[in-house]
């Protein structure tokens, strides 16, 4: 499976941007797909991730009520909805799926990954 990311950009204070993540090469039925971020100087950590069957889904505590992961399956694509953003939340976000199902909130059990997308946040 491969993973193409778009939809960064530059976006103000309190804007909204929407976060696609199409899968190509194999459907990922049976899997799980996530958003990481990565700010300058920071580790990589977890935003959002979705089973792709069921669509239960699981957030980081900080976006929480101001994003929302989804997924179409007939487009084969996961969506991260970004609401009531902050410069705190500017960073390269990637997506990435692992196969088995779960959602799982550490970078290395994610065995695909699309490009980074960059969304930068100003105040």
């Known amino acids: 499976v491969q993973l193409q990311a778009s939809g960064g950009g530059l976006v103000q204070d309190g804007g909204s941007l929407r976060l696609s993540c199409t899968a190509t090469?194999?459907?990922?039925?049976?899997?799980?797909v996530a958003w990481f971020r990565q700010a300058p100087g920071r580790e990589r950590e977890f935003v959002a991730g979705?089973?792709?069957?069921?669509?239960?889904?699981q957030y980081h505590y900080s976006v929480k009520g101001r994003f929302a992961i989804s997924r179409d399956k007939a487009k084969s694509t996961a969506y991260l909805q970004m609401n009531s953003l902050t410069p705190e939340d500017t960073a390269v976000y990637y997506c990435a799926g692992r196969y088995g199902g779960s959602i799982h909130t550490t970078a290395p059990v994610y065995t695909y990954w699309g490009q980074g997308t960059l969304v930068t946040v100003s105040s």
């Open positions: 979705i089973g792709w069957n069921v669509g239960e889904t």
């Open positions: 090469g194999r459907t990922p039925i049976n899997h799980a």
